[in-house]
């Protein structure tokens, strides 16, 4: 049997809610003052999700990144591979908002698509003295 | 090079978006937004996280797409719009005097002007925290700048001081980047940022959060190289003995928003002390007639839906004042602060307008407070209104609506108190 | 590398130093550690040209003060750099203060000075409406002035390049190699520099160098902390305000800066450290209670800035030295340069001047000292739009020659992109935000360049053609950024997933 104590963000009071449970049955729930903070505490406990918003490499774009989000929540746990898959992913410009940057994004069928514009530039490379 | 509008806005961040729109809805013909950065949405490209528009579209967005929703409006509705365009001066009588690459300085002569120019970042120096002065301290919007717009990292191993909803963000985004946030740090007991925050920025990458504490001392000397962080007492000063070393080379300063009022001052606009914006009427209306203000440059806000909201309030005023359809009351009612308010926007009311039912009073608490009442009083202490409120704290923008029928031509004060909720 | 003088210290006394013996046809090097000039004392002084009224005439600090003080005028109009006599007045509250008072004002009569006038009562509150009400008494000397040290120090360098001195950045001075009592060459990290006359201007670090040469003298490093307030504030006072001045030091002042700014401080006290100076709470509040000693309304908020000195004091000597080394030939040591160091500079480098002239007599007689007919006293005009903002068609005639001068570059401060690519493009290299901070402000403003650095960053890589991630604030080791985004999660990975709950 595990007991977790979870803080409510569903609004400012910040319940904090007592969850035991044993492996995927609810024992009991404590300490919520409204039936979101019921709703919010058995996604959270069981599976917890998160929208992850981050940047994506540009080529050729007016800005050197275009900011993506995901579609949908995926699993939390996933959130800092998912960063290290991202970072591989370069897009041409030009980039429309609401664009799918990434189909599929970790095998979540959650998709990542851009969250604005960003405009095509024929800019001069600058070579760098190193 | 002379210009004329009817309607100019300074600044292209949410406030002066939905200023232009509004005005626009509300008959006004020649508007013109200047805005000092390459692209409009003020901060909003930057924040690329989500958590806007769930009053204003009753959806959840991240900045950038927020500020695209108005954006792609402009071009619709024949707004000029100037970017990379600076303004040094505005008049009293309208006069604005700008300055841009292409068209050099420009000379406008307006009728309405809009003041949306936003806010600072309250910085190291503006808090005297001690020691050297190396490379590696930035205010947490200037890193969020490089990291999502400009696109580089400027640190590696991170403190963040201030527990605000920027703070606690960017602690996560450099988390997610690939850099190591040692300690978020908060002088207060309480954090003034959204629990969503809390739980979703700090909690879910075992960020430690300390509260009482503060940042006493940095070191290095080219880079960052360590802080020393003490617990603090009631009155916010450095417990001594309680001092300890973090090594980072990254220092994140959340502390505090100043709206930008230069230009407000200099045109002889009196600031409310406690806001640090002007002091305006219903309509957000300045002392000087025919300048309004709005979003952050006015008062601080912590959603960028309430911006908007303001914005639009403006962009019907500046309609109203345009077309001189607008009735004065024969006093103003002054609405002061009473118990836990820190201030109210508006500072005061001044029209008369037939069919209003109700005006919405933006307020902040000082401290925290459970199960309280809002209360409004006249002079003598009569309660006017009173309104139940589960939780106030002075992270979250309150508001409350002043119903019209309560304005009677005798009031001319209005204090908002708070009281606790006596059991019943 | 071989020359005829090796100047160590690109502080204002090596520089000033540096530019007048460019009057000479000398070839000249002027090697400084730090990736700029200014980087020592220069930048962290209060800024006062003084009367003179202080010191006894018959030291140098007393004859070369009162000698340089006239000069500023024309230097700094030459220089293209502010300066403003604004008088300072020396105020007192109680009797003794009044006699103390006197007797300032007999010394600086004695030096010469004219018009020093002793203030009282209600003209005392004419002058200074802000005043503590409690003062009684004040001295008034009208010659005293403002400047900004650094600002000086970079046009003494400039106007010194432009003049033919080579001057090396980043390059620190190891030893000082002698052959038979004779300068033969200096060591530095960046090789060898083969010369047989070398002036120490080298300031904390005057005493290290001078031991290479056998001359002992110990600095003791003295830390004075300052803080900075807001343009709105640099009208709270008329003058310059100072204590009753006690042996240490003239005390906390209050003073408007030669840009806007008011500046309270500097306390004053030992430390170990010679370098980069750290602010302490103790030295803030110390500087605060001394600065509302005069100004008793100062203001809580509006604070821009907050930084700390270092001066030179010589144990157990209350005077510069200026001489020759008699140990070595061709050493000349130009050390313990406080306060008031500033105020005497043209004098101290006249000084120097003639030093050297002796010197070459005695080392290379065949050598005659002979000034160029081809010294560019002035330097260019370098327009600031900060300064044309009530002549904006003035401005417009700029733009149109050249649109950078229309982009605003940093809003506080309204520094234009053209004032920033100028000062990139000036006779000593500018490479890190912090000197493109002291040479157009960019970065000193109230939100102390929130907004505008990582435009100034983005300038500087892009015109000197490196890399974002090499632009340092003050030289390397104070790089900005660390890496590019996406680079930093690919290199560290999920590495701190597993101290991560999840």
Known sequence: MEEKEIVCIACPIGCRITIRAMDKNIISIQGNSCPKGIEYIKEEYFNPLRILTTTVKVIGGELPLVSVKTEKAIPKKLLLEAMAEIAKIEVNAPVKIGQVIKDDLMGTGVSLIATRNVKRVDFKLFSYKI | MKLEYDLVIIGGGPAGLAVALEARRNTVKDILLLERDKYLGGILPQCIHNGFGVQYFKEELTGPEYAERFIAKLNDNQIDVKTETMVIKITPDKRIIAINRDDGLLHIQAKAVVLAMGCRERTREAITIPGNRPAGIFTAGTAQRYINIEGYIPGREVVVLGSGDIGMIMARRMTLEGARVKAVLEIMPFSTGLIRNKVQCLDDFNIPLKFNHT????????????????????????????????????????????????????????????????????????EIEGIFACGNVLHVHDLADFATEEGEIVGRAVGEYLKRSRKFRPQPIKIVTGD??????????????SG???????????????????NLLDVKGRVLGS???????????????????????????ITVSTEEETKE | MKTDVVIIGGGVIGTAIARELSRYSLNIILIEKEDDVAMGTSKGNSGIIHAGYNDDSKTLKGELNIKSNPKFDKLCADLKIPFKRIGSLVIGFFEEDFRKLKK????????????????????LFELEPNLNPQAKYALYAPSTGIISPYKFTIALADNAVINGVKVLLETEAKDIRIKEKQVCSVVTNRGLIETRVVINAAGLHADEVAEAAGDNFKINPLKGEYQLFDKQWGNLVNHILFPIPIK???GILVAPTVHGNLLIGPNSYRVKEKDDPATTNAGIKEVCEGARKLIPNLPHQDLVASFAGLRADIEGRNDFIIEASKKIRGFINVAGIESPGLSSVPAIAEMVSGIL???????????????????????????????????????QEIIEKDADYGEIICRCEKVSKGEILRAIHQPLPVRSLDAI?????????????????????????????????KITKKGPGSEILKTKTKEMIKETGVKFKDEIRV
């Open chain 2, 215 to 286: 940042i006493t001392r940095i070191e290095g000397r080219k880079r960052v190289e360590r802080v020393t962080v003490a617990q603090v007492d009631k009155n916010l000063q450095a417990i001594p003995g309680t001092e300890e070393e973090i090594s980072c080379d990254t220092i994140l300063l959340s502390v505090g928003l100043i709206p930008e009022n230069e230009l407000t001052r200099e045109v002889g606009i009196e600031l409310d002390p406690v806001t640090r914006g002007a002091i305006v009427n219903e309509n957000r209306e300045t």
């Open chain 2, 340 to 353: 836990n308010i820190a201030y109210v926007v508006p500072q005061h009311i001044d029209f008369i307008v």
């Open chain 2, 356 to 374: 209003r039912k109700k005006i919405k009073i933006f307020m902040r608490v000082k401290k925290p407070a459970e199960k309280i009442r809002i």
């Open chain 2, 387 to 413: 309104y139940k409120k589960r939780i106030v704290t002075p992270g979250e923008m309150v508001s409350v609506y002043l119903p019209e029928v309560l304005l009677e031509d005798r009031l001319i004060n």
């Open chain 3, 104 to 123: 300032l004002k007999e010394n600086g009569e004695k030096n010469g000075i004219k018009n020093l006038e002793i203030i009282r009562g209600t003209k």
């Open chain 3, 248 to 250: 240490l030091s003239k």
């Open chain 3, 357 to 395: 002239k002796e010197v070459v007599k005695e080392i290379s007689p065949q050598l005659e000292l002979k000034y160029k007919d081809d010294f560019i006293e002035t330097l260019p005009e370098q327009p600031k739009f900060a300064d044309y903002l009530d002549k904006t068609g003035k401005w």
């Open chain 3, 437 to 469: 901070k002291r040479r157009v402000r960019a970065g000193m403003g109230r939100c102390q360049g929130g907004f505008c650095s990582p435009k100034v960053l983005k300038i500087l890589s892009e015109e000197l053609k490196i890399s974002p991630l």
